[in-house]
T-cell receptor, first 115, second 117 residues
Framework: AQSVTQLDSHVSVSEGTPVLLRCNYSSSYSPSLFWYVQHPNKGLQLLLKYTSAATLVKGINGFEAEFKKSETSFHLTKPSAHMSDAAEYFCVVSGPYTGGFKTIFGAGTRLFVKA | EAGVAQSPRYKIIEKRQSVAFWCNPISGHATLYWYQQILGQGPKLLIQFQNNGVVDDSQLPKDRFSAERLKGVDSTLKIQPAKLEDSAVYLC???????????????FGQGTRLTVV
């Protein structure tokens, strides 16, 4: 069975300060993990993905995430927030499932960036 | 490359009416997904196709929802009859199953915002 939990429904930071969006997962197998971003009235865009290669994954727009198997976590970070980072962020786990594979979205974390 | 195309972008219907959504995935993508995203929630997978076969439809309310992908390319999702709680954004996504990498990311369309009144 697989599940994903985003620990914060809302995160608020000031522009120029670090961003941390937390994600824990549960999977019976080695999963693939993704972070997507959704800007208002826009489609979902892939930020980065982990697929059992390097545990520190760099994505677009300065975001990165570290896969920690011992903590079953895949937290998303960015050293310095920009106003344009304000959006909804989804952590996603994908792994084997009877007959194929299954992809599950977290509930999302809304990031607010203050000027 | 062209992205995932969905239509219509917006739809307003009365409860008990029928509605259909269309999706054209990225060329060459074997896997197609339909997600339902209710306001304030993460997307929930309704159905997943691999070519024209169904891989997972465990969360599809089959008494009112149906989906098909007859030629393994584009797909339609239908709701009949609609209920107020079906108001949501319906997202279509596709992915390319790369044999060298078991799980590849999904590319999403802009979605169809359905309002049932």
């Amino acid at each position: 069975a697989q599940s994903v939990t985003q620990l914060d429904s809302h995160v608020s930071v000031s522009e120029g300060t670090p961003v941390l969006l937390r994600c824990n997962y549960s999977s019976s197998y080695s999963p693939s993990l993704f972070w997507y971003v959704q800007h208002p009235n826009k489609g979902l865009q892939l930020l980065l993905k982990y697929t059992s290669a390097a545990t520190l994954v760099k994505g677009i727009n300065g975001f990165e995430a570290e896969f920690k198997k011992s903590e079953t976590s895949f937290h998303l970070t960015k050293p310095s927030a920009h106003m344009s980072d304000a959006a909804e962020y989804f952590c996603v786990v994908s792994g084997p499932y009877t007959g194929g594979f299954k992809t599950i979205f977290g509930a999302g974390t809304r990031l607010f960036v203050k000027a | 490359e062209a992205g995932v195309a969905q239509s219509p972008r917006y739809k307003i219907i009365e409860k008990r009416q029928s509605v259909a959504f269309w999706c054209n995935p990225i060329s060459g993508h074997a896997t197609l997904y339909w997600y339902q995203q209710i306001l304030g929630q993460g997307p929930k997978l309704l159905i997943q196709f691999q070519n024209n076969g169904v891989v997972d439809d465990s969360q599809l309310p089959k008494d009112r929802f149906s989906a098909e992908r007859l030629k393994g390319v584009d797909s339609t999702l239908k709701i009949q009859p609609a209920k107020l709680e079906d108001s949501a954004v319906y997202l279509c996504a596709s992915s390319f199953r790369d044999r060298g990498s078991p799980y590849t990311e999904a590319f999403f369309g802009q979605g169809t915002r359905l309002t049932v009144v």
